[in-house]
């Protein structure tokens, strides 16, 4: 699976939008790109995931760029429970389900 | 659906004891796996099973045992605790069926300390 890169950590003000980034260089042509948040303490909690097309469900819109080596997971709305470690992983379609974590980006929603 | 549970949610061992950590789900996936994180770092895959009777190991299997006997359970155990199994354990699971797809359900997780 392609490594990814996302900073260690942003803030952002409640209500404003989250744009969170990620770079994945080396993703190949079947991998998709997902994401993830674990809030301090629980689980981590499946967000959204693509392939080449942006993507938007109820809790995020992703980004994809053309070439496909970055992309962006945008909380259009941040509120304080939106305060969590956001993981960007990329994964080959059809492998064994297991996800490799980095080390994320610690998003804190600021008051 | 109650989802992923795990129990207990806290332990202490001694070193040296055994203990098994327990996983169930209720969602028939016939993926399950486990997962250890310490602090202030990402998850590290311990085992995984891609269905009953069947496991493999994932990136720090050392110490750790599993079987999965039924599509609901995934038990872990740990035979000889050492104080570098301290960590936080969480049980995740998803379907195999397509591609793409199939997110992950994670447990709320078990805090074990080991002294």
Redesign the interface.
Known sequence: DAKTTQPTSMDCAEGRAANLPCNHSTISGNE?V?W?RQIH??????II?G?KNNETNEMASLIITEDRKSSTLILPHATLRDTAVY?CIVRL??S?????????TQLTVLP | NAGVTQTPKFQVLKTGQSMTLQCAQDMNHEYMSWYRQDPGMGLRLIHYSVGAGITDQGEVPNGYNVSRSTTEDFPLRLLSAAPSQTSVYFCASTNLLGQGSNEQYFGPGTRLTVT
């Open positions: 998709y997902y993830y303490s629980q689980g981590p909690q499946y995931h392939l993981y379609s059809g064994a389900r297991q996800l490799t974590f980095g080390s994320g």
